[in-house]
């Protein structure tokens, strides 16, 4: 009878570990995945205004301006590139999968804009896709914060960015 109770015992006291365990990496869970939806939504936030580029454009903005600009809207999209990637690692969600495609792309496009001899002609020949990346960016920066984003919403700015040329 005393060995059936001692095995009772040992096995509460391994079940109350293991649920504090459990809990404890959960909460670390919420955590990561918290601090991520920050910084992805603070990356989203400094692209939704990509549309200046059309205003940088039609007043005749200077290269060096316009490179700066670029490069900021590379670091956020890296930025955002990266937070998306970890949040789709985490939760499975293919929203946070298209997210990081198109935010990878622009990337990639802005560091070639920044790089370029010639930024305002790259920018010129793209200037209506930005715009339209620039609204969806901010569609897709709105649903997040309401914790509503769809995977229409992704999809779409994942198309967009697929139609960026140099």
């Given at each position: 009878m005393r060995r059936l109770l001692a095995v009772i015992v040992a096995l509460l006291i391994l079940s109350?570990?293991?649920?504090?365990?459990?809990?404890?990496?959960?909460?670390?869970?919420?955590?990561?995945e918290s601090g991520l939806l920050s910084v992805s939504i603070t990356a989203l936030s400094c692209m939704s205004d990509m549309d200046a580029f059309?205003?940088?454009?039609?007043?005749?903005?200077?290269?060096?301006?316009?490179?700066?600009?670029?490069?900021?809207?590379?670091?956020?999209?890296?930025?955002?590139?990266?937070?998306?990637?970890?949040?789709?690692?985490?939760?499975?969600?293919?929203?946070?999968?298209?997210?990081?495609?198109?935010?990878?792309?622009?990337?990639?496009?802005?560091?070639?804009?920044r790089n370029s001899g010639e930024p305002k002609e790259l920018l010129l020949k793209n200037v209506d896709v930005i715009v339209s990346i620039g609204d969806a960016i901010s569609e897709v920066y709105k649903a997040e914060l309401r914790g509503g984003l769809?995977?229409?919403?992704?999809?779409?700015?994942?198309?967009?960015?697929?139609?960026?040329?140099?």
């Open positions: 109350a570990f293991l649920g504090y365990t459990y809990h404890r990496v959960d909460a670390e869970v919420k955590n990561a059309k205003t940088m454009l039609e007043t005749n903005t200077s290269a060096d301006l316009l490179r700066e600009r670029a490069g900021r809207y590379a670091y956020c999209a890296q930025v955002l590139s990266e937070a998306s990637e970890s949040l789709y690692e985490l939760t499975g969600k293919e929203t946070y999968r298209d997210i990081h495609a198109a935010a990878s792309n622009l990337a990639v496009f802005f560091n070639h804009v769809r995977k229409n919403q992704t999809g779409r700015l994942l198309n967009l960015t697929k139609g960026l040329s140099w």
